[in-house]
């Protein structure tokens, strides 16, 4: 049974015997929801004042166009420092200061007098608030989930869908009453809500329970066994920084205390101390003992440029991301230029959101009971979503336009809610090496985000087409598509690589250098173990 240790208070570290697919991962999942509303519902939902930016500050589609995109690059290139911050401060300051850095963006850009001061405002300041509340909670939310992990995510990511179904046309509405810059004020009011998600992410700690000690041994050996056991993994829980009492990040591998258990039982020296009182003291002797050579689990990691798994995986995420953000910033206008009324425009983008829930869903439910083959079906929806894209630019009444909406919004779930945690399957860079990943990951995605939206504004300002802007986000989804397919083989090559590598090995282990087979002594092969025992080496003389 799967039960929880408290420590620390109401922020310290949760401890379970193994990953717990629940407990306080659903208070987790729940702050996710929340700081899925208040980062990518918002980001999306800011087209409804494109038009408005552009009257007000006389600028063209593209230059409204790179306060999206500049904060959406903040957003994804700070994602290394936000790895780099939680694994030094914990994640619980870091969600809070992101929190802050959010609203105090969105509300002073009420505030502004030029495009440019929007630039620093929604494109700086609040940029880099949404990736520092965003990344140290859905990498959390991934250390309490194994079984349920994609199903968990897919449902707690749905939150930046409800905010858009609802944003979109409340905000329509609302900025007709009381005007856009007060409209701003009040999302940031909203966004508040970061900031007590930020006190919500507590750590976890892995500590499975210690086996019977061997009868053999006897019962004082038992005893000591078993304290030796705790000791070791109270080291391990210093040294991935989730230990009882501390206060720092959790975002290290699952499998980090138990798959370098070995080496700290080999490090650690016996201890004669069983009072669970002195728990708490034993933990910061093993800190002292520890010394500044304790290793530390890597959060920026960029090894995974030297993986061509990665490599392909994160081109991947660079060329799709394209198309993550301009259809939802020039859909309403394209609805316009078609014919469809203001009115109804806007629930193009409350359809597209509602579609995107029920895709979210669907792919939480599908891959949940996958035990392979996801990026297969990561790689259909990509292929399916790049086809609508390019159906925005053809159609040309209201009902294509909205079974547009739908169909895009629900590949976009599909796909919106894997990306991610995609990284974690054994499929990409599997669950130990994901959190020093999604940085390098999101980071690469950053340069996408950046040029997105310019790009589609450039095209529509020298073609006077909204389509053309589809077209682009196509072009990048096609392409993120080729290279998702390079995925496969390229970890099949990895894994044959490898195996020749560990058969070299063994050959010549088997076979060492200059030596002929016909010297062997087969009767000391035979013997070698019961050499072990008087203490001869098992080698072939």
Known sequence: MKTMVPAGGCTGPCVYPAVPDGGWGWVVAGAFFVVEVCTYGTIKSLGVFLEDLMEEFGES?????????????????????????????????????????????????????????????????SGLGYCLSFLPTVTMLAQYFSRRRTLVTSMASSGESFAVFAFAPAFMTLKKRIGWRSCLIIIGLIQTAVIGCGFLLRPIVIR????????????????????????????????????????????????TSCNELPAAAAAAAPTAAADPQDEADSLMEAQRDAGPAAPRPKLLDFSGLRDSVFICYSLFGLFATLGFFAPQLYVIRLSKSRGVADAMASYMLCAMAVAEVCGRLSIGVVLGRR????????????????????????????????????????????????HIPMLAEEEVVGVER?????????????????????????????????????????VGMGLGAVCLAL???????????????????????????????????????????????????????
């Open 371 to 418: 035990a392979a083959g996801k990026l297969r079906v990561l790689l259909a929806c990509v292929a399916l979503l790049c086809l609508v894209l390019v159906a925005f630019a053809l159609v040309r009444d209201f009902w294509g336009l909205l079974s547009c909406c739908v169909l895009y919004g629900f590949f976009l779930g599909m796909v919106a809610s894997t």
């Open 434 to 474: 994901m959190a020093s990943s999604v940085g390098l990951y999101v980071c690469i995605q950053s340069f996408a985000g950046l040029a997105g939206p310019p790009l589609g504004g450039w095209l529509v300002d020298i073609t006077d087409n909204y389509g053309s802007a589809f077209y682009s986000c196509a």
């Open 61 to 125: 589609n593209s230059r409204v166009s790179w306060v999206i995109s500049i904060c959406v690059f903040v957003f994804n290139f700070s994602a290394p420092l936000a790895s780099v911050l939680s694994n030094r401060f914990g994640c619980l300051p870091v969600a809070v200061t992101g929190g802050v850095l959010v609203c105090l963006g969105t509300i002073s850009s009420a505030f502004t007098t030029s495009i440019n001061q929007m630039y620093v405002t929604i494109g700086v300041v």
């Open 208 to 255: 499975p329970a210690a086996e019977p000690a061997s009868t053999e041994r006897g019962d004082d050996a038992s005893e000591e066994g078993s304290v030796s056991l705790k000791d070791d993994f109270e080291l391990e829980n210093e040294q991935t920084k989730a230990s009882i009492g501390s206060e720092d990040s959790g975002i290290t591998s699952l499998s």
């Open 487 to 541: 995925v496969g083989p390229a970890k099949a090559r990895a894994s044959r690589r490898r195996g020749e590598g560990a058969g070299h090995q063994g050959d010549q282990t088997r076979d060492p250098p200059g030596r002929p087979d016909d010297d062997r002594d087969f009767l000391e092969v035979d013997l070698a173990p019961e050499g072990l025992g008087r203490g001869r080496s098992p080698t072939v003389a």
